[in-house]
């Protein structure tokens, strides 16, 4: 890690400044290496009420307010360009953000559209070239319990892994999808259980069982109104090691209950639940009981008590993981390397939710190669109707 008593301090531009943008400016804040010197955003009101908050919560200096990227980069200077945008808007942004030489964070998902999120990686792979860093948040792989279990599964201590199970179980009540003309649509929400609240443990089951090779799904309409999309989805996959994994999301699981990770294999299993290690047991090469009735959980000795199932975390914990994202993507400017996450780690998550959609669509399972292909980007995905 870089020795932030010396390096340059980064000017960032947050372009989108409604809440997803005021937790992004509280995690940069607390950054000795970078600075808010741009808040843009199209509705005047929500850039001032940023900035205002910016001012009193978080003590520091007023940001210059936009209306348009174009207008800040021309006036401001600006290193980092943060996307906070609806992610129907993400690959002019971020287009127009690289063609100015500047380093890129897109916010999730990488956009609603498959064939702009092709561009926006061949735009990275070209700004790559060119020393520029471009990261898509998906802060939850760098949660002390997401790194343990990738680390286990990687460093192969689960044996043969077998099966994962990815389960986000949310409410979202009719005044959430009322209270923007863009939550619930197809072309700037990009979908719904899965895109805007699932995208993310997608993301950790693509990460900890590798690369999917096809896709079964099912998607229901179930518990809402003036929604054009789903409220529940479940689907299966299947991936390239052998492993079977279950994605299940809904925003129709009142009161709202927890999300839970479950990696399986043949000598060991792991289960995250909120983002804290609920269960860890990998066997060791000269303690092996087949059986399995040695195992012990062994969670505890492998994040500090707080990233425990039930451990306080503090209330800041939201920040705390885009802070840790921060973190790597200041790391990876400095260093010039590649950040932590790349577009192309998010193109490929935000393939397999592309590929429930299309499955439920079509009827059939999805191979991943024709999502990434672009084969099925004439498809007009639609939600299906619960009896």
Same mark, same amino acid.
């Given at each position: 890690?870089?020795?932030?008593?010396?390096?340059?301090?980064?000017?960032?531009?947050?372009?989108g400044?409604?809440?997803i943008?005021?937790n992004?400016?509280?995690a940069?804040?607390r950054h000795?290496?970078?600075t808010?010197?741009?808040?843009?955003? %199209?509705?005047? #009101? *929500?850039a001032? @009420? $940023?900035?205002?908050? +910016?001012? =009193?919560?978080?003590?520091i200096?007023?940001?210059?307010?936009?209306?348009?990227?174009?207008?800040a980069?021309?006036?401001?200077?600006?290193?980092?360009?943060?996307?906070?945008?609806p992610?129907?808007?993400?690959?002019?942004?971020?287009?127009?953000a690289?063609?100015?030489?500047?380093?890129?964070?897109?916010?999730?998902?990488?956009?609603?559209?498959?064939?702009?999120?092709?561009?926006?990686?061949?735009? %990275?792979?070209? #700004? *790559?070239?060119? @020393? $520029?860093?471009?990261? +898509?948040? =998906?802060?939850?792989?760098?949660?002390?319990?997401?790194?343990?279990?990738?680390?286990?599964?990687?460093?192969?201590r689960f044996?043969?892994?077998?099966?994962?199970?990815?389960?986000v179980?949310?409410?979202?009540?009719?005044?959430?999808?009322?209270?923007?003309?863009?939550?619930?649509?197809w072309?700037?929400?990009?979908?719904?259980?899965?895109?805007?609240?699932g995208?993310?443990?997608?993301?950790?089951?693509?990460?900890?069982?590798?690369?999917?090779v096809?896709?079964?799904?099912?998607?229901?309409?179930?518990?809402?109104?003036?929604?054009?999309?789903?409220?529940?989805?479940?689907?299966?996959?299947?991936?390239?090691?052998?492993?079977?994994?279950?994605?299940?999301?809904?925003?129709?699981?009142?009161?709202?209950?927890?999300?839970?990770?479950?990696v399986?294999?043949?000598?060991?299993s792991?289960?995250?639940?909120d983002?804290q290690?609920?269960?860890?047991?990998?066997?060791?090469?000269?303690?092996?009981?087949?059986?399995?009735?040695?195992?012990?959980?062994?969670?505890?000795?492998l994040?500090?008590?707080?990233?425990?199932?039930g451990?306080?975390?503090?209330?800041?914990?939201?920040?705390?993981?885009?802070?840790?994202?921060?973190?790597?993507?200041?790391?990876?400017?400095?260093?010039?390397?590649?950040?932590g996450?790349?577009?192309?780690?998010?193109?490929l998550?935000?393939?397999?939710v592309?590929?429930?959609?299309?499955?439920?669509?079509?009827?059939?399972?999805?191979?991943?190669?024709?999502?990434?292909?672009?084969?099925?980007?004439?498809v007009?995905?639609?939600?299906?109707v619960?009896?």
């Amino acid at each position: 890690m870089s020795d932030a008593t010396t390096d340059p301090v980064l000017s960032v531009a947050i372009v989108g400044c409604g809440i997803i943008g005021l937790n992004h400016a509280r995690a940069i804040a607390r950054h000795p290496s970078l600075t808010i010197t741009a808040l843009v955003d %199209a509705v005047p #009101a *929500a850039a001032t @009420g $940023l900035a205002d908050q +910016v001012e =009193s919560e978080l003590g520091i200096a007023r940001p210059a307010l936009y209306g348009a990227l174009t207008d800040a980069l021309a006036a401001s200077p600006i290193d980092l360009v943060v996307i906070c945008t609806p992610s129907g808007m993400h690959v002019r942004l971020a287009e127009e953000a690289l063609a100015a030489g500047k380093h890129v964070v897109i916010e999730k998902p990488l956009d609603v559209s498959m064939a702009r999120a092709r561009e926006i990686a061949g735009l %990275a792979a070209d #700004a *790559a070239i060119r @020393g $520029l860093v471009v990261s +898509v948040i =998906s802060q939850h792989r760098f949660d002390p319990s997401s790194v343990a279990v990738a680390r286990a599964v990687h460093d192969g201590r689960f044996g043969r892994v077998t099966s994962g199970i990815a389960s986000v179980a949310w409410w979202r009540s009719q005044d959430y999808y009322d209270s923007g003309q863009w939550r619930g649509t197809w072309e700037l929400d990009g979908g719904g259980a899965v895109m805007n609240q699932g995208v993310h443990t997608v993301d950790l089951l693509v990460w900890f069982l590798g690369r999917p090779v096809d896709v079964f799904a099912h998607t229901a309409l179930l518990a809402h109104d003036r929604v054009e999309v789903e409220d529940v989805a479940v689907a299966t996959v299947r991936f390239e090691s052998g492993a079977l994994g279950v994605i299940h999301a809904t925003t129709a699981a009142y009161p709202g209950l927890s999300v839970r990770i479950q990696v399986h294999g043949d000598r060991g299993s792991a289960i995250i639940d909120d983002d804290q290690l609920e269960y860890f047991y990998a066997a060791g090469d000269d303690a092996f009981d087949a059986s399995g009735a040695s195992a012990q959980n062994q969670a505890a000795t492998l994040v500090p008590a707080g990233e425990l199932r039930g451990g306080d975390r503090g209330r800041d914990v939201f920040v705390t993981g885009h802070l840790r994202q921060y973190e790597d993507v200041v790391d990876a400017i400095i260093e010039g390397r590649q950040p932590g996450v790349r577009v192309e780690d998010a193109l490929l998550s935000l393939a397999v939710v592309r590929a429930v959609y299309l499955s439920a669509t079509l009827g059939r399972a999805v191979a991943l190669d024709e999502v990434l292909s672009g084969s099925l980007d004439a498809v007009t995905v639609a939600t299906g109707v619960g009896a």
